[in-house]
């Protein structure tokens, strides 16, 4: 599987050369992270039936999510599309008084979201159709709204958009 995944990789990023495991995990910056990492990617991998990624320890790729106050900060967005799934573990988003969009756009992409903060604001993920989401913790919502499980949001609102579906 894993030799799939670097001939795929290789291919997607115009390459004829399938990538070594080592430059793999360099261009996609694929790590465990420590226990508490593992524990928050094992409840991801756990709400989704049919993962095709076995048993742990899993390597994923990670992305930081930026902090949002009153408009500032940059928004994230992960444009990387591979051919073969690819685990993503996406940090804690913070959102305060300001609309922050996550951009999940890589259609075989299994996104692991830790957590979020939304604190008088509001916390849009948009995610394209062929994404798979789960969010490692359940949340709490005070003063607020929410359509999507875990983060906290406080006088605020998270919402999940599906994204360039067919019609």
């Known amino acids: 599987m894993v030799t799939a995944l670097l001939l795929?990789?290789?291919?997607?990023?115009?390459?004829?050369?399938?990538?070594?495991?080592?430059?793999?995990?360099?261009?996609?910056?694929?790590?465990?992270?420590?226990?508490?990492?593992?524990?928050?990617?094992?409840?991801?991998?756990?709400?989704?039936?049919?993962?095709?990624?076995?048993?742990?320890?899993?390597k994923a790729r990670w992305i930081e999510t930026n902090v949002r106050i009153t408009g500032l900060g940059n928004e994230t967005v992960d444009d990387v599309a591979t051919v073969r799934p690819q685990l993503i573990f996406v940090k804690p988003a913070v959102s305060v008084m300001t609309k922050t969009t996550l951009q999940l756009l890589n259609p075989n992409g299994w996104y692991c979201i830790e957590s979020s903060v939304t604190v008088m604001g509001k916390l849009v993920?948009?995610?394209?159709?062929?994404?798979?989401?789960?969010?490692?913790?359940?949340?709490?919502?005070?003063?607020?709204?929410?359509?999507?499980?875990?983060?906290?949001?406080?006088?605020?609102?998270?919402r999940v958009e599906k994204v360039g579906c067919p019609q």
């Not at 508490?36 to 989704?48: F, H």
């Not at 159709?129 to 359509?147: E, F, H, I, K, P």
């Open 8 to 58: 795929a990789a290789s291919l997607a990023h115009g390459s004829d050369q399938p990538l070594t495991p080592e430059l793999y995990a360099e261009k996609f910056e694929l790590r465990t992270g420590d226990e508490a990492d593992q524990a928050a990617i094992k409840r991801c991998i756990d709400a989704w039936a049919n993962q095709p990624f076995g048993a742990g320890p899993w």
């Open 125 to 158: 993920v948009q995610a394209t159709c062929g994404a798979q989401l789960a969010d490692s913790r359940s949340g709490a919502t005070v003063m607020g709204s929410t359509d999507a499980a875990g983060g906290v949001t406080v006088m605020g609102a998270t």
